[in-house]
């Protein structure tokens, strides 16, 4: 049995995307797959039970069948500094490795994901660094190429982790950069000993939101709600201030956007559901729309959101959470799936856990 430690330089990188893709892909090869994430810093409550976001998402995905508990046995449940300054590391790093153990149990890999980037967890002795020792552990690191400094990250990074660190994967990454990161392949990365594992593309599918997602980020309240079944997914937003004529030429450049706009802006809410490129109203300062807006909406089956908030802080709260969106739906585990098997080569990966 061999694991896998999943980690990344700075948060939102794409752990959770790339377990999601390399487990349902494994699992096609036959492999038995295992999920574990020692340590949960994004937490949310599930029912009773406070759990980790991504590693209650990606255990769903994944079904490995592990009891929640195991898969993510250290939850912050208040501020970190709180949770440190209480907290015993020696019992925090044998309650995972006993975790670890029982999800490691009858599997063939397990895929650890990092807690945020890898050096979080540093004072309670579970940041990566900790965790692979403790596991015994190879890493897999996911990097997305901000900027050209992303190489000195990756770098540092490997002063830090040592020779754990075997594999890169670069993600959202645009088509021009692609010759910069052969250029950093070549000259650095093969000489530090990091095998590059491939080149994730950018996806706007992948970094939108689910309306759903936008109605609970703006506390919002459903006017329309999606056809029964269906998975709206928003790529772009729009600002309804300006005049039909004017805002026409905007409407028809989007794909899957969202308008924001005044509850009291009929002649704008009208037009967008006229073009069929609007996919969700987001009606600002708690004003309701016309009858009629509702009717057309319905019948287009476009959501309409109420939301109390005036328009400017309605798009920042939503633009808050863009690029933080978790792979959930059938169309979103689709395509990051997809982009693994194109873009990545398996092959070396299997040669390694072999």
């Not at 948060?11 to 020692?38: C, D, M, Q, W």
């Not at 009291?264 to 006229?274: F, I, P």
């Not at 863009?322 to 990966?349: P, Y």
Request: proline share 3%; net charge negative.
């Amino acid at each position: 049995m061999k694991s896998l430690l999943i980690s990344s330089i700075e948060e939102y990188s794409g752990k959770s995307a790339l377990i999601i893709a390399l487990g349902l892909l494994l699992r096609e090869k036959g492999y038995t797959v295992g999920y574990f994430k020692p340590l949960g810093v994004g937490t949310t409550r599930i029912g009773d039970q406070l759990v980790d976001e991504d590693a209650y998402n990606t255990a769903m995905v994944l079904d490995t069948g592990d009891a929640l508990g195991d898969v993510c046995p250290v939850t912050l449940n208040r501020p970190y500094v709180e949770f440190a300054r209480s907290a015993n590391p020696v019992e925090l790093q044998k309650s995972v490795v006993d975790s670890y153990g029982r999800v490691a149990d009858g599997k063939d890999i397990v895929l650890v994901e990092s807690g945020g980037e890898y050096k979080f967890g540093k004072a309670l002795g579970l940041c990566d660094s900790d965790v692979s020792a403790m596991l015994d552990l190879d890493i897999l690191m996911i990097a997305k190429y901000t900027s050209d400094f992303v190489l000195d990250k990756i770098l540092t990074a490997r002063d830090i982790l040592g020779e754990r660190l075997r594999f890169i994967v670069f993600n959202q990454l645009a088509g021009y950069k692609t010759a910069y990161v052969t250029a950093i392949n070549e000259r650095f990365l093969q000489k530090e000993g990091i095998e590059l594992l491939g080149t994730l593309p950018f996806s706007p599918l992948l970094a939108g939101l689910s309306v759903r997602e936008i109605a609970e980020a703006l506390n919002g309240e459903w006017l329309i709600k999606c056809k029964p079944g269906e998975e709206v997914i928003i790529e772009e937003l729009l600002i309804g201030a300006m005049s039909p004529p004017a805002a026409l030429k905007y409407f028809r450049r989007v794909r899957r956007a969202a308008l924001i706009t005044g509850g009291d802006r009929a002649d704008l809410q009208n037009l967008a559901l006229e073009t069929g490129t609007i996919n969700c109203l987001l009606l600002t300062g708690n004003l309701e729309p016309t009858g009629a807006i509702l009717g057309k909406a319905e019948e287009k089956g476009v959501p309409v959101i109420l939301v109390a908030d005036d328009t400017f802080t309605t798009l920042e709260k939503v633009d808050e959470v863009f690029g933080k969106a978790r792979i959930r739906g059938d169309a979103k585990i689709g395509k990051v799936k997809e982009l693994a098997e194109r873009f990545l080569d398996l092959d070396k990966l299997m040669d390694y856990l072999g």
